[in-house]
């Protein structure tokens, strides 16, 4: 593939973002170490022997997969930096296989059961991902994962007059989605958070020390627009909000 293309240079900015703020993640993501406590509780009872972590970051789910009595466990990430932090963090053993690079294009071994914490959003194409992941499961295998929907920072993208630069389909389309990749779904969930930061600034900042704006939108002087629009549209005595809509989902190969 062209290295000019726009596929990899959106790869290139997702990569580049992420493994800049590597070492500063686990003290701001605190939403995605709740998501994924919450992600856990999807687990099966009995846990299957063989299991594949995609987007494994810094190891916010992967601390979870780590209690479990596995025989086999993949974890990948597209950020080798994310993954050395992973490994100076937790106490990984030694037989568990690493793979870096990009989940949506990477072939995996056969596993059970496969896991993704906050990922999906950045794909490119999440059917085509699925399909490609669906071959990776074993027969009756399954596929758990956390992302976020279109209500996500809704606030931001009013005050800025911005469409998202990521994948934030609605439960409707992902249902399409799932069901197109030949996969049935077992459990859903939905969860509307409205969270408070200090004032627009610390927002900001904080979306940018958890990777989660990695495509440059904004020029110096619209920034300084978008925190006075923000502040004088979503600020409160408590400080100013952003909502987070996030979605859990549980399926399995048909």
Not at 21 to 27: M, V
Not at 145 to 173: C, D, H, W, Y
Request: include cysteine.
């Amino acid at each position: 593939m062209d290295s000019k293309s726009p596929v990899l240079n959106i790869e290139k900015k997702i990569i580049e973002s992420f493994s800049k703020y590597a070492r500063s993640y686990d003290r701001h993501a605190h939403l995605q170490k709740s998501m994924a406590e919450r992600l856990a509780s999807y687990l099966p009872e009995k846990p299957p022997g063989h299991i594949l972590e995609i987007g494994c970051g810094t190891g916010v789910f992967t601390r979870h997969l780590l209690t479990l009595p596995f025989k086999k466990l993949i974890l990948n990430d597209i950020s080798s930096e994310m993954i050395e932090i992973l490994k100076s963090r937790l106490n990984i053993p030694m037989d568990i296989n690493i793979v870096t690079g990009n989940a949506e294009t990477t072939l995996f071994g056969k596993v059970d059961l496969i896991c993704a914490n906050a990922v999906f959003q950045w794909f490119l194409n999440p059917k085509e991902a699925l399909t490609n992941l669906r071959n990776s499961l074993n027969k009756n295998g399954t596929l758990i994962f956390s992302t976020f929907g279109p209500g996500t920072l809704v606030e931001f993208r009013q005050a800025a007059s911005l469409k998202s630069p990521i994948a934030l389909n609605t439960m409707g389309q992902w249902k399409t989605i799932i069901r197109k990749a030949g996969y049935v779904l077992n459990n859903i969930d939905i969860e509307n958070r409205k969270i408070f930061s200090p004032n627009t600034m610390s927002l900001v900042k904080n979306l940018q020390q958890i990777g989660a704006a990695p495509i440059r939108m904004i020029k110096a002087g619209g920034l300084r627009k978008l925190i006075r629009n923000y502040d004088n549209r979503f600020s409160t005595d408590q400080g100013v909000y952003a909502t987070w809509e996030l979605y859990y989902f549980s399926i399995s190969c048909q």
